[in-house]
């Protein structure tokens, strides 16, 4: 059963974007079905981190979304976390647009008190 994921990539803010679209291409590789479509990647570029990961101060941001088998993910994670050019990513399942909270109004009653 395939679901919509959606995965967000820090990058080494040193490398090219030629060598971080090579391994992108490697990552959703391992994702691809016959047949399937191919990732919509978005890269939001070099941004200054909130806190300094493995003594990098900057990353290079990339967000992907993606429809996948479950069963494609264990390695599909693997291969990203040993990945040395990668500083941190996280995957999770895109269910759509987030419901919008609904804020109760004062009814008649409450006016009356």
Known sequence: MTRQYEVVYIFDSALEETAI?????RFHALLQQPGGEAPQVNHWGKRTLAYPIRKHETGYYVVAKFDADGTALPEFERAVKLDEGVLRFLVVV???AQPVPVTAGKSDEEDDE
């Open 21 to 25: 679209n090579e391994r992108l291409a």
């Open 94 to 96: 895109n269910e759509g």
